[in-house]
């Protein structure tokens, strides 16, 4: 627990994506413990409003917006039904919409934005018009005084386009501290004037592998034996399904409607021979818990397994999916110096933990 409990904080990030997230989840999990009992989440759903059409967006026809709202509140408890760690999370109460949060917005001496992709454009995008959510994660709400950090916001890309920057960019420049999670960041934020853009670690880093083996540690199943394969797209490359042939791999699929708990998906990683993941989050823990694993390349949103890897000195294990069957077993198998990896993240944590200090006490 980092903050002094005459400290209130409160979080605007990803608890809780669109479709069930095990990254999303932890990684609002564990900044939440490491910042203590004062911090509470910002309970905005993310895309609510664009089941609800606020700021002016044409209104869903009655029937379709009905239709919509089923569709979101099925998600939202198959989400919370498969997570019951769900409910281990400090919210704020319920807001429906942007403006409420500007209206009545949540008493705090601290508003941070941040980890995960807050900072995504492509994601904080209101379907079908050009409306960003810009209130919630760049913290464009509240009281002047409330002092205003970015801890490990991500991008998602290297730059953003010239409108979108115009947008921000004065609720940007109103931070008292600013960190980003990609190195690849840095150089656009100061190109528009943000300086002393630090960078650090995905809150999940913040914790080391013993401390989330004591918080979830009431799994039953084993996975032994078996490849853990965690996918964010529906399809690998051929060349890994082919691997996956000759291979016993598990998912975290119950049946075709329901995934395994958040403390089984820790512990199929920490108890499987390997991991086969193209999810970000899912080679956070892979590396957290000494597996071998390979990560795959995606469509997009490469930089911050790039960036990751590269910092443990294992950006080989990332992969087009254009390697022989050979390659992918000696590159999945060949030994890590796990001694190095947890120095080189420990040396980060710490570096994190005393930025964050110091944004939360010092700066003004």
């Known amino acids: 627990m980092l903050v002094e409990n005459n400290i209130k904080i409160c979080t605007a990030t990803f608890f809780s994506a669109s479709a069930p997230s095990y990254g999303a989840f932890l990684q609002a999990w564990a900044l ?5 009992e004062s911090n ?24 379709w917006r009905l239709i919509a709202l089923w569709r979101y509140f099925l998600r939202y408890y198959l989400r919370k039904g498969c997570f019951d760690e769900f409910n281990t999370l400090n919210l704020t109460s319920f807001y429906h919409t942007t403006k409420e949060i500007v209206k009545n917005p949540p008493q705090a001496d601290v508003y941070i934005t941040g980890s995960d992709q807050v900072w995504n454009r492509k994601i904080i995008l209101i379907p079908d018009k050009d409306i960003y959510n810009n209130d919630i994660y760049f913290l464009a709400f509240g009281p ?6 970015a801890y490990a916001a991500s991008m998602g890309e290297k730059e953003w386009p010239a409108t979108f920057t115009q947008q921000v960019l004065p609720h940007l420049r109103k931070f008292n501290a600013i960190s980003v999670r990609e190195e690849s960041s840095v150089p656009f934020l100061n190109s528009i004037g943000l300086e002393n853009v630090a960078v650090t670690c995905d809150p999940t880093i913040l914790h080391t592998a013993d401390f989330y083996r004591s ?8 996975c032994y034996g078996c490849i853990f394969v965690y996918r964010i797209k529906k399809e690998f490359p051929i060349s890994i399904q082919k691997f996956f042939d000759t291979r016993k791999i598990v998912e975290p699929i119950i049946n075709k409607h329901k995934l395994v708990s958040v403390t089984q998906w820790l512990h199929n990683i920490d108890t499987c021979d390997a991991v086969i993941t193209d999810s970000f989050h899912g080679t956070v823990f892979s590396i957290l818990f000494h597996k071998p694993f390979i990560s795959l390349l995606s469509n997009n949103r490469n930089e911050r397994k790039l960036d990751l890897l590269r910092k443990v000195n294992l950006e080989y294990r990332l992969l087009s999916g254009n390697e022989t069957h050979e390659e992918i077993e000696e590159i999945l198998y060949r030994p890590v110096n796990w001694e190095q990896v947890d120095a080189i993240l420990e040396e980060w944590r710490s570096y994190s933990e005393n930025w964050l200090k110091e944004a939360l006490y010092v700066h003004k």
């Open 144 to 149: 002047s005084n409330v002092k205003r950090i």
């Open 32 to 36: 939440q413990q490491f910042l203590g």
């Open 40 to 63: 509470y989440i910002l309970n905005l759903p993310l895309h609510w409003p664009s089941f609800v059409g606020e700021n002016g967006r044409r209104k869903l026809p009655f029937f």
């Open 215 to 222: 918080h979830f540690s009431h799994a039953q199943n084993k």
